[in-house]
């Protein structure tokens, strides 16, 4: 990951400690993180970013916010650039309704808080 465009990342969450946490061991791991405590402030970091020539390589985002959820900034960002892979956190044991939702086109799903190990696993996979 030499390219610092790779190295990008949007999180996502309405709650302050989720989004300190997952910084903190971002930045530690050497990412440039951008932090959105709303699901409107992370779709217009996401296509400024995008306006602006500086992509985000990966977007973290919560699914249950208040206002414009996870399942409206993963499809805002999957309209925008296919291609941006999208981990999805959620605090629900299950995140959609097979029955009723159609499935998120996300990259991963991870239960809230995620691990350092699932968190970094995802995000290589997401990476390569």
Known sequence: MSDPLLKRVLVVDDDPLITKSLSGV??????????ASDGRTAIDAFQNALRDDVPFAVVITDLGMHGIDGRQVVNAVKTASPATPVILLTGWGQWFDAGTEVPLPVNCVLAKPPSLVELRRALAQ???
């Open 26 to 35: 971002l930045e530690t791991d050497g990412y440039a993180v951008t932090i």
């Open 126 to 128: 997401c990476l390569a």
